[in-house]
Every structure is written in structure tokens, then in C-alpha cells.
């Protein structure tokens, strides 16, 4: 790859269509990392950044409703709901019993991270992730193809510029050849990408993902729920999950016999 680095030559791929030739071959083989120009370093880990992120991320958390002050303070009363126990580790269920709020609620206390911090007791810490889907005829909002890209953006943004390099390889090559890479990124690199971080790259950091509406999910719940299992293979030791559905055949299959709270029996006081 060195000799690819003379700038005369990188000039003229850019102007080329070798170029696109060059760049789906390093995205194909995996290219091991080179050393990056410190001037090029920067941008080119923003331009990862920027390359996995959407318009309308984060639109469906901010356009649910804060909880009232008050709700859902049994969460963190009861021993038995905090992050340590169940929290975490939860399916929350039943349509129309406040869940997704519940999730915002979640994501966004610092009692959940105060739990989570007690969880992990490790100089490590831990790299927390969300995701709310959206049945609004908006295919990021609703799809695998928005879910992947936004947790591992979400990951990445907590974690130092070496990390993302190493999750991104193929990507960082490419800017460091040349000055930007319009590749979309391909359900299978995400995959990788976020296995690679959980279980390779981070052997001293544990993780927490909340993800709300997987009923919305306009594609294949199966495929979902098999990322989602892959995510979770450690749950307990290096990971945990906080997942919240209506109470579909399909999910009540997959996640039987994992802990689970019908939420409008608990929360029965804040639905009144």
C-alpha cells in the first residue's frame, strides 16, 4: 500500500475511475490499518463518524414526551428493578403503558448510570448505546439499515480515535489514500464493526444498549432478533439490554424464559 501513498499518484486516482476499483478492494479484503497522517487523522475519524450518521437519528427520542415528574420512581425504589438486577437485562411489554417514554426515561437518568457504574466497577467503564424505532414510513427510523449504523455511531463517539480506526479499517485506509469515500456502509461491515468492538476491540469496557420498539421494525423481525442475540451472547459478564415490544409471537418466542416486565402492572399509578 506505501507506494499508493505518492501524491502524484493519489491525485490522479482521484480523478479516476481506478479509484473506485482500489476502494472496493480494500473495503473487500479488510486492509490492516497504515500509519495515518496526523493531519489527515482527524478528519478522516470524523468522516467515519459523519459517514454512519443520518438526518432524522435521533428525531423519534426527542419527540417523546419527557415522563411527568414522579413517574416511574418505583423504578429505582425497588431493588429488584435497578440495573444491576433487572434493569438491563429487561424486555419491557404491552402496547399503550408508556414504554417508549419509559426508555426515554431511562436513557436519560443518572440514577440508570449510577446502577451501571456499579455494575462495571472497572477502570474501563462502560460504552451505553440506544435506538427507537419509528414506524413513520421513514426507512431509517424503521429498519435494521437505521439501527446499526446509529449504535455503533453512538459507541464510537465514547470511544478514543484509536478504537475507531480499528473498527473502521477499510474505511481509514480510504482516507488516508484519498480525500473522502462515498461507500455506503453494507449490513454486513456494521455487523462486523459492532461485533469487532464488543467482543475484540474493548476487552476492558462492558456495554449497555437500549432499544425501544422492536414491533416497529418494518423488516425481518427474525433478523433483528438474531443481532440482537449475537449483541447479547455475554449478557451479564461484558453486557447488558434493555429491549421494549409488544407482546408479538415472534418476540414472546425468541425471548421466553428471559426476564421481562408487563409494564402497565407496574406502572398502573402513572397510567392513571
Avoid at 411489554?93 to 455494575?119: A, D
Avoid at 423488516?219 to 451472547?233: F, Q, V, Y
Avoid at 447488558?240 to 409471537?249: D, I
Wanted: aromatic content about 10%; overall charge positive.
Amino acid at each position: 500500500m506505501s507506494y499508493l501513498k505518492n501524491e502524484g499518484f493519489t491525485h490522479c486516482l482521484n480523478s479516476g475511475r481506478e479509484r473506485d476499483g482500489i476502494i472496493a478492494a480494500i473495503h473487500r479484503d479488510g486492509c490492516p490499518i497504515a500509519h495515518l497522517d496526523p493531519k489527515r487523522g482527524f478528519k478522516a475519524e470524523s468522516d467515519v463518524l459523519r459517514s454512519l450518521g443520518f438526518p432524522e437519528m435521533n428525531d423519534r427520542e426527542i419527540g417523546i414526551s419527557r415522563a411527568h415528574r414522579g413517574t416511574f420512581k418505583w423504578v429505582y425504589l425497588n431493588p429488584r428493578h435497578q440495573a444491576g438486577s433487572r434493569l438491563g437485562r429487561s424486555n419491557f411489554r404491552k402496547p399503550e403503558s408508556g414504554k417508549s417514554t419509559l426508555m426515554k426515561y431511562l436513557m436519560r437518568s443518572k440514577n440508570t448510570f449510577r446502577c451501571l457504574s456499579n455494575w462495571v466497577q472497572e477502570p474501563g467503564g462502560f460504552v451505553s448505546y440506544s435506538f427507537f424505532f419509528w414506524n413513520n414510513n421513514m426507512e431509517m427510523q424503521m429498519s435494521i439499515e437505521g439501527l446499526l449504523p446509529t449504535i455503533l455511531y453512538q459507541a464510537l463517539k465514547q470511544l478514543p480515535s484509536l478504537l475507531i480506526q480499528e473498527v473502521s479499517r477499510g474505511r481509514i485506509e480510504v482516507l488516508n489514500l484519498f480525500v473522502d469515500d462515498y461507500t455506503l456502509w453494507t449490513l454486513a461491515e456494521l455487523e462486523q464493526g459492532l461485533r469487532r468492538l464488543v467482543f475484540d476491540i474493548c476487552p476492558n469496557r462492558k456495554f449497555f444498549f437500549l432499544i425501544d420498539g422492536l414491533d416497529e421494525c418494518s423488516g425481518d423481525h427474525g433478523a433483528l432478533t438474531n443481532i440482537l442475540l449475537d449483541l447479547s451472547s455475554s449478557v451479564g459478564t461484558i453486557l447488558k439490554r434493555c429491549l421494549a415490544n409488544r407482546p408479538w409471537t415472534s418476540f414472546e418466542y425468541t425471548f421466553r424464559g428471559k426476564p421481562h416486565l408487563m409494564l402497565h402492572h407496574l406502572a398502573a399509578g402513572d397510567i392513571e
